[in-house]
């Protein structure tokens, strides 16, 4: 199942745990704008560093799995997890490979929004007049209710923003009769949140959490996210691992950057433990 999961995931600049770029199938959510340089970062991902890739590591093809079968269901997915540990990569990656005849549509959503923001946000994310509908209430659920009538995948991203009553609003737009959209939830701590809504959170059919990389997994992967440390050894990624990054990919991904500034800068000097020891350095009391 892994295997199908990872297969699914072939998109430009993606190589697999094995190094391997799997083939490309048809995407339905664009990954990179269009405008886009061959290589850039898919939507959500910040790799912070020239010659970075995204990487189709088993947590993300997990991710992978979930969505498809909850999208298929037409059910509620919750994507959770610790900061910084991939979940709205993954999240991007996948729904990314659903056929383009399906649509998706992501809803931006501000810090502790209130009934009527919340509902511009959903209104605009489905291309609806929210300036003209935002104040008129009946009107504007009306074409939500309409609106989810068609099989698709609203994202929510950060849904950990979003207070109890709130996201009662979500749970009576999907219990809809009529209701075809799949949503996905995902967010640092939206577990958490959606257990302050137990009337949502009774009706999602997938709870996927992202984890932290695996000590084993660390230098092949990072090898493959970026070739700088091809030359690096085991013992010190792994010693770098333990005391700084902690299996979070978004500290590797600074670590990386930091790492790539000074080897530009001093060409003879090698990625070695001095060098990762500096570039933790710049990452603050918390990394």
């Given at each position: 199942m892994y295997d199908r999961a990872l297969a699914q995931l072939a998109l430009p600049g993606t190589v697999d745990e094995t190094g391997q770029a799997p083939p490309l199938?048809?995407?339905?959510?664009?990954?990179?704008?269009?405008?886009?340089?061959?290589?850039?970062?898919?939507?959500?991902a910040r790799l912070y560093v020239p010659g970075a890739h995204v990487v189709a590591t088993s947590q993300l093809g997990e991710v992978a799995e979930a969505l498809t079968h909850t999208v298929a269901a037409r059910g509620i997915a919750c994507v959770y997890g610790d900061a910084g540990q991939g979940k709205?990569?993954?999240?991007?990656?996948?729904?990314?490979?659903?056929?383009?005849?399906?649509?998706?549509?992501?809803?931006?959503?501000?810090?502790?929004?209130a009934l009527?923001?919340?509902?511009?946000?959903?209104?605009?994310?489905?291309?609806?007049?929210?300036?003209?509908?935002?104040?008129?209430?009946?009107?504007?659920?009306?074409?939500?209710?309409?609106?989810?009538?068609?099989?698709?995948?609203?994202?929510?991203?950060?849904?950990?923003?979003?207070?109890?009553?709130?996201?009662?609003?979500?749970?009576?737009?999907?219990?809809?009769?009529?209701?075809?959209m799949s949503l996905v939830l995902c967010g640092a701590g939206a577990e958490r949140t959606l257990a302050r809504a137990p009337a949502l959170a009774s009706r999602v059919l997938t709870w996927q959490h992202t984890p932290r990389l695996a000590t084993p997994q660390i230098p092949d992967v990072l090898?493959?996210?970026?070739?700088?440390?091809?030359?690096?050894?085991?013992?010190?990624l792994l010693h770098t691992d333990e005391t700084c990054a902690r299996g979070n990919f978004r500290t590797w991904a600074k670590i990386t950057s930091h790492a790539y500034a000074a080897l530009d800068q001093h060409p003879g000097v090698g990625a070695d433990r001095a060098l990762l020891a500096r570039a933790c350095s710049r990452l603050g009391p918390n990394p």
């Open positions: 199938t048809e995407p339905g959510l664009p990954t990179t704008p269009p405008d886009s340089p061959a290589g850039a970062a898919p939507l959500g709205t990569v993954a999240v991007h990656q996948a729904l990314g490979l659903l056929p383009r005849r399906l649509p998706v549509r992501q809803a931006h959503i501000a810090v502790k929004p009527p923001q919340l509902r511009a946000a959903l209104l605009i994310a489905f291309g609806l007049p929210a300036t003209a509908l935002t104040n008129r209430t009946d009107a504007a659920d009306r074409v939500l209710i309409d609106a989810f009538t068609t099989p698709g995948v609203l994202l929510i991203d950060d849904v950990q923003r979003i207070a109890a009553p709130e996201l009662d609003y979500l749970r009576l737009l999907a219990d809809a009769p009529t209701t075809q090898r493959l996210f970026h070739p700088l440390w091809h030359t690096a050894t085991d013992a010190d």
